[in-house]
């Protein structure tokens, strides 16, 4: 079984920043894409960002410029860095991880419990 962890998340001004951790943990796997997305409260959760194992990189066009996703992955851990926070930036986070099963091949996805972020005005 494949658990990610989240961190980072918090209450910061606008234009303040913010990093995102996100640590995957288990057992025999190996993590092709990571990435991030939010849910706003009452809206549904939308891509923030996401990053292969070969680099490539997709952003949604509403944190081009300002966000930055990164990996390591000799750590399994996947970065959000966030700048110039606005107020609409307020959701909670929630990692994801396209995850193979070195046992079977399985594929599957896995989620973070999610990490709030509040940009305040």
């Known amino acids: 079984q494949v658990q990610l962890v989240e961190s980072g998340g918090g209450l910061v001004q606008a234009g303040g920043s913010l990093r995102l951790s996100c640590a995957a943990s288990?057992?025999?796997?190996?993590?092709?894409?990571m990435g991030w997305y939010r849910q706003a409260p009452e809206k549904q959760r939308d891509l923030v960002a996401t990053l292969t194992g070969g680099g490539r990189t997709n952003y949604a066009d509403s944190v081009k410029g300002r966000f930055t996703i990164s990996r390591d992955n000799a750590k399994n851990t996947v970065y959000l860095q966030m700048n110039s926070l606005k107020p609409e930036d307020t959701a909670v986070y929630y990692c994801?991880?396209?995850?193979?099963?070195?046992?079977?091949?399985?594929?599957?996805?896995?989620w973070g419990q999610g990490t709030l972020v509040t940009v305040s005005s």
């Open positions: 994801n991880a396209g995850v193979s099963s070195r046992s079977d091949g399985t594929y599957f996805e896995v």
């Open positions: 288990g057992r025999d796997f190996s993590v092709t894409v």
